[in-house]
Structure formats: structure tokens, C-alpha cells
């Protein structure tokens, strides 16, 4: 998905798919679990306005910023 594409989403719809993204590919051991409230208040901000600066960008590209962006508030 494209953030273009995300963008289009019902904003009740963004959360749950930057929740998807943000724990793609995780084992839950030793704290790489993002929670849902988190996503929802803190997240999911930081990829829309990420988002709006570069369209064409894959969702998927911006897990590292995300994973970077909770360790660095959290």
C-alpha cells in the first residue's frame, strides 16, 4: 500500500493499518510489540504527516521510522 493510498483511508480505518505495519514481522519477545493505544495517539500521526511529504512511498518503508519513533518515545 502506498502512502497515497493510506491516505485515502477513512481515518477510522489508518490506525488499525499502522498497527498491521508496525508489528509486521515481530516475535513478541523482549518488548517489540507496539500496542494499539500507542499506535493510535502517536503513531499513526508521525506516518500521516510522513505520508504527506512523499505519496509514492510504500507503507511497508516506514516501519523503521516507526519502530525509531516508539523506542526514541517510549
Known sequence: MSCED???LDTQAQTPVVFW????DTHYKGGDYVDEQQVDEFVTPMVI????KAPATKLVDLKSKMEQYVKKHF
Open 6 to 8: 493510506f491516505l485515502a
Open 21 to 24: 505495519v508496525s508489528n509486521l
Open 49 to 52: 504527516e510522513e505520508c504527506n
